[in-house]
């Protein structure tokens, strides 16, 4: 008997909107938690790109452009970057991925992550290139390039995880 | 015909609701993006306009982050441990001719310090403000390659400020840079925002620490033909009224003749977990000035608001 046949339906409808904001937290929280492994602070992959490239392709009502440009906004405050930067590249990113998503839902694995890893390049640099305009300076662009290399090796469990999280949601809402 | 435009409806109803959503999440994100635009423009206008969101924004991930961080900090001081073993031996023997030459170091300094004190009283040199301090813990790493600052976990109700200096045992660690009544947050020396003026111990001439998001900040506006030498030690110059003179803060690590200067800093940024935020009783410099003199303008997004 599978997992989900033993929970009651209304602890698997409660899941399905608690799960995905936890994955959400989850990831904000990696992004700014401080591992004193040599160089690590200084890369910080951004995790929440898989959040966003998979509801955006998925099920793009999970997370609506509201919250990815809240998600924006709350990340910006914490960083400390201008405010807006973050919240314009999630929002971009999201549109983007969620007009293809017809297209990239019916994709193999392996299509989706090349695609993820040039959406995490494309939405680094764009991150990188407004701050360095915004703040005048040239901004080491090594540390990105490593930070992206960790988030999309790291893709396939964020993809497991919320690939869970996904069939847990399709599984409440078809029960009675 | 009836019959058959109500078997049709469903159809037609998804037939139209499809592209109207479509333009919906077209329409709404694109409004966001300009939404993003414009906050950009404005928080980059006026950097200072948004400071108490973030305040509260630290406020409420602090006490999440304080107990997230404590398996974390485990893990880490367990992997010190564990790798610390494996060199006890040689450790041990460093750490013995270490202590040989402290120990001449020590008795040196409690000469130095008693001449120092009958030579201030002599003058009737004015002490730099009290000092009291507070430990916080680091609970928060946030910025990643573009911002380098931290959280920590102590606010205004802790007496914290804006502008006092965040120490470790090393040397100096940056500045606090924005205040929420339980947390707060340090630029680091490193940062883009943070410029030290400082003196190099063995010639007594002044420069500025610059950091621009590397790991070794820059040495700049030292007067030409300064006489720089690697392994020369720097301490805060005490110039601008942020910091107090001689705090301990790098030490210069590469000299490229006719070419930047790059220093490291003395206290271990990349593994910070407790750090002591220090009231020298410094009298912050003017928003004015800070706007406009190059020690202490930063380009970006938070500088340091006068009080």
Not at chain 1, 29 to 58: R, T
Not at chain 1, 81 to 93: D, E, I, Q, R, W
Not at chain 2, 75 to 104: P, Q
Not at chain 2, 276 to 292: H, S, Y
């Amino acid at each position: 008997m599978a997992i989900e046949q033993q929970i009651p339906a209304k602890w698997l409808i409660i899941s399905s909107y608690v799960l995905p904001v936890m994955v959400l937290v989850g990831a904000i929280l990696l992004s700014i938690m401080p591992v004193h492994v040599g160089g690590y602070d200084k890369i910080l992959p951004p995790f929440i790109y898989s959040v966003i490239y998979y509801w955006a392709v998925f099920r793009p009502k999970v997370f609506p452009a509201s919250l990815a440009f809240g998600t924006g906004i709350v990340m910006d405050l914490l960083v400390g970057l201008t405010v807006g930067v973050n919240a314009f590249v999630l929002v971009s990113m999201r549109w983007i991925i969620v007009v293809q998503s017809r297209f990239l839902s019916g994709q193999q694995f392996l299509a989706q992550w090349l695609v993820y890893g040039i959406m995490t390049l494309l939405g680094q640099f764009s991150l990188w290139a407004l701050y360095s305009l915004l703040s005048q300076a040239f901004i080491p662009l090594i540390p990105v390039v490593i930070g992206c290399v960790f988030s999309i090796a790291l893709f396939p469990l964020f993809y497991g995880i919320l690939h869970n999280v996904h069939r847990l949601i399709e599984i409440a809402h078809e029960t009675p | 015909m009836n019959h058959h435009s109500r078997r049709n409806t469903p159809k037609t109803v998804s037939w139209m609701y499809e592209p109207i959503m479509q333009l919906a999440e077209r329409l709404s994100s694109a409004f966001l993006i300009a939404v993003s635009l414009i906050l950009m423009v404005v928080s980059q206008i006026h950097p200072n306009l948004l400071s108490e969101t973030r305040s509260l924004a630290y406020d409420a991930i602090a006490p999440v982050m304080a107990t997230a961080v404590k398996p974390i900090y485990a893990v880490s001081n367990w992997v010190d441990h564990v790798t610390g073993i494996s060199n006890l031996v040689s450790m041990n023997a460093r750490l013995a001719e270490e202590n040989a030459k402290l120990y001449k170091w020590y008795e040196k300094a409690l000469q130095l310090e008693a001449e120092n004190r009958s030579l201030r009283e002599l003058v009737n040199l004015n002490d730099m403000g009290r000092k009291s301090f507070v430990s916080a813990r680091v609970i928060a790493d946030p910025g990643g390659p573009f911002v380098h600052s931290v959280i920590v976990w102590a606010g205004t109700r802790n007496g914290v400020k804006e502008g006092q200096s965040v120490l470790t045992g090393k040397g100096l660690v940056g500045r606090i840079s924005e205040t929420g009544s339980k947390a707060s947050r340090v630029i680091l020396l490193t940062d883009l925002n943070s410029r030290v003026p400082v003196v190099i111990e063995r010639s007594r001439q002044r420069a500025i620490v610059a950091g621009d998001n590397n790991d070794k900040p820059k040495l700049i506006y030292l007067p030409d033909g300064a006489s720089v030498e690697r392994g020369d030690r720097l301490v805060t110059s005490g110039h601008g009224g942020i910091y107090i003179p001689g705090i301990p803060v790098a030490i210069v690590d590469e000299v490229v003749p006719g070419n930047e200067i790059r220093v490291r800093p003395l206290a271990d940024l990349q593994r910070l977990e407790y750090v002591q935020i220090v009231d020298f009783g410094m009298r912050m410099p003017l928003a004015d000035e800070e706007k406009t003199d190059p020690v202490y303008s930063g380009n970006g997004t938070s500088p340091v608001k006068a009080q």
